[in-house]
């Protein structure tokens, strides 16, 4: 099958979608147009393997997603974080989950010692995380099991990052949401791990220099 054929299948496929839908889910066409109201946001992984919607086993319009390489909430990233205002903001999420998973390329390019070109800067910002956690990971012999360790220590990284921003400081202090949570996908059986963050013992810790819910004088 040529380039041009694999592209036109698309299209194809998208009509017998439709046709399927129409006979086995017919409410849910009706659900597209409706507006959203989704609980979660979900910032993954951009990995072609791995599919929100379907390994968290919700609907359309259930999930709000947001997807970079090695799922990254960066402090200077306008993306992720016009995200995470309108998540916040305006859908009103009671949870910001964020998703990494094993085998992850961009987490795996941040522990070679290669020149990545444009990426190098976004690869950095994984780089400091395994420079914060450089004790620990160090004396994990296996390569494997090293990787694997970062990427759980990196999603729990970027967590502490979303917690810092004002929207979910302010929203958490006023409404009691939305509450961060650091999950894993293991891509070799498709489950999730909770990484079990203490939401509001992170948040706690972390205001001394991050508490941003208040106003600045003008």
């Known amino acids: 099958m040529t380039d041009q054929e694999k592209y036109d299948k698309i299209f194809e496929a998208n009509k ?5 839908n129409k006979v086995d889910n017919p409410g849910l066409f009706k659900l597209l147009v409706a507006d959203q109201h989704p609980d979660f946001l979900y910032i993954g992984c951009s990995d072609s393997r791995v ?3 379907q390994v968290m086993g919700l609907k359309p319009g259930e999930v709000f997603i947001h997807r970079n390489i090695a799922n990254m909430v960066i402090a200077t990233d306008l993306n992720a974080l016009s995200v ?3 998540a916040v903001e305006y859908l009103k999420v009671k949870f910001i ?3 990494g998973h094993y085998g992850c390329g961009g987490v795996k390019a ?3 010692h290669l020149d990545y070109g444009i990426l190098n800067p ?3 910002s994984i780089r400091d995380v395994y420079r914060l956690h450089q004790d620990e990971l160090d004396i994990i012999e296996d390569e494997e099991a090293r990787l694997r360790r970062l990427v759980e220590i990196n999603t729990y990284e970027q967590c502490l990052n979303v917690i810092k921003t004002t929207e979910v400081q302010r929203s958490f202090h006023e409404n009691g949401y939305p509450r961060v949570a650091g999950w894993v996908f293991d891509i070799n059986d498709a489950q999730l791990h909770d990484l079990r963050i203490d939401f ?4 706690k810790k972390i205001k001394k220099t991050y508490n941003i819910t208040g106003k600045a004088s003008k």
């Not at 017998?16 to 399927?20: C, F, N, R």
């Open 16 to 20: 017998q979608w439709i046709e399927k």
């Open 84 to 86: 995470i205002n309108y």
């Open 200 to 203: 509001e013992g992170e948040l």
């Open 110 to 112: 941040a522990m070679e």
């Open 51 to 53: 599919h929100p919607n």
């Open 122 to 124: 976004w690869l950095r």
């Open 97 to 99: 989950i964020v998703c």
